[in-house]
């Protein structure tokens, strides 16, 4: 079993910033890419920033240059560094990853997905 867990969300005004962290736990013998998503109210799910393990990034057009994504591999535990807030940011985060886990006799990869945490930008 494989338990991701986002903590960081909250109310921030309009320009201001946050940190969301993902830690997942488990039995996981390694994690290789890990990602956050965000959903708005009435809106699809939506990839914003990804890491694969050694470290290379990628972002969605929206976020690029606001948001970085980093990652402690030796704590599983990817984070979201989220400057210059706007309204339109609003929403729920979630963060996603590949970790491979030990099953028995045998290796397995899986997509583990955390709950979410809320993100509100308003004044």
């Known amino acids: 079993q494989v338990q991701l867990v986002e903590s960081g969300g909250g109310l921030v005004q309009p320009g201001g910033s946050l940190r969301l962290s993902c830690a997942a736990s488990?039995?996981?013998?390694?994690?290789?890419?890990m990602a956050w998503y965000r959903q708005a109210p009435g809106k699809q799910r939506e990839l914003i920033a990804a890491?694969?393990?050694?470290?290379?990034?990628n972002y969605a057009e929206s976020v690029e240059g606001r948001f970085t994504i980093s990652r402690d591999n030796a704590k599983n535990t990817v984070y979201l560094q989220m400057n210059s807030l706007k309204p339109e940011d609003t929403a729920v985060y979630s963060c996603?990853?590949?970790?491979?886990?030990?099953?028995?006799?045998?290796?397995?990869?899986?997509?583990?997905w955390g709950q979410g945490t809320l993100v509100t930008v308003s004044s």
């Open positions: 488990g039995n996981i013998f390694n994690i290789n890419g």
């Open positions: 890491i694969t393990r050694g470290g290379a990034t």
């Open positions: 996603n990853a590949e970790v491979i886990v030990v099953q028995a006799s045998s290796i397995a990869a899986m997509d583990a």
